[in-house]
């Protein structure tokens, strides 16, 4: 009796061990770095001085500009990846290139969010309001509802091929939505962003650029995570 609670007991700490090596396999050298860089730019945007050259009143508010710029940047790039994957689909027939493209096109919309959503907060801050129907508040908002289709289009089809195809002629005519919506849109009509944003000392940019690399390191880590997901789930439904 003894013996079998003592083998019990190794074979559980066995599965403890291997389960920490399995986390501990997980976490990359580059992880550690993008995570301490990231904490490193957040203590930095607090304690270094507002980065805009705007009124007092919004100065600190301002220092949100090292977030919500990365999180717009990085939602144009993960929606051109996704058409890139989609054009790739439409010559391979890789279901596994119409999954990069969906994970791209998911990673992207979450992005799009965040980008909305702290431009809402430096709108409550700068003219008393989450939501003021600026142009760049309605231009990005469109672009989320535009890329909320694509998913409802995905959803609605039960063919692989279909979905494939449709989602990929899709992802590529709505591309030219997405420069329009982010960069010409805004400027076609007066606005209560300020036109011109001048940073304020040298000591920003690093800041700014470093976050940049951050959220863009940290989008291919989603990107790749959420790829492995998705592919997996894809391969076992394919098999039934």
Excluded at 41 to 46: N, P, Y
Aim: hydrophobic residues 50%; glycine residues 4%.
């Amino acid at each position: 009796m003894m013996s079998r609670i003592r083998e019990g007991e190794g074979l559980e700490e066995h599965r403890q061990a291997a389960r920490k090596s399995a986390i501990t396999g997980m976490i990359k050298w580059w992880q550690l770095v993008l995570f301490l860089t990231m904490c490193t730019v957040i203590v930095l945007s607090f304690h270094e001085p507002p980065p805009l050259d705007v009124p007092e009143p919004f100065r600190a508010a301002s220092r949100i500009f090292y977030y919500h710029v990365p999180v717009a940047w990085v939602t144009v790039v993960a929606y051109f990846t996704g058409m890139f994957y989609g054009i790739r689909y439409l010559k391979t027939r890789d279901w596994r290139d119409d999954q990069r493209a969906h994970t791209a096109a998911q990673i992207g919309t979450v992005f799009c969010v965040l980008a909305m959503i702290t431009g809402a907060i430096f709108a409550k801050v700068a003219w008393g309001s989450y939501w003021n129907w600026d142009p760049r508040q309605v231009s990005i908002f469109m672009l989320l509802l535009l890329y909320s289709s694509y998913f409802a289009l995905r959803g609605s089809l039960n063919s692989d091929h279909s979905r494939g195809t449709l989602s990929a002629v899709y992802s590529i005519l709505s591309i030219f939505a997405v420069p329009f919506f982010m960069f010409v849109m805004p400027r076609m009509s007066q606005s209560l962003h300020p036109a011109q944003i001048t940073l304020n000392p040298d000591s920003t940019r690093p800041i700014f650029f470093t976050s940049v690399a951050c959220f863009m390191l940290l989008y291919y880590w989603m990107v790749s995570v959420s790829f492995k997901i998705n592919l997996r789930l894809c391969a076992r439904e394919r098999k039934f």
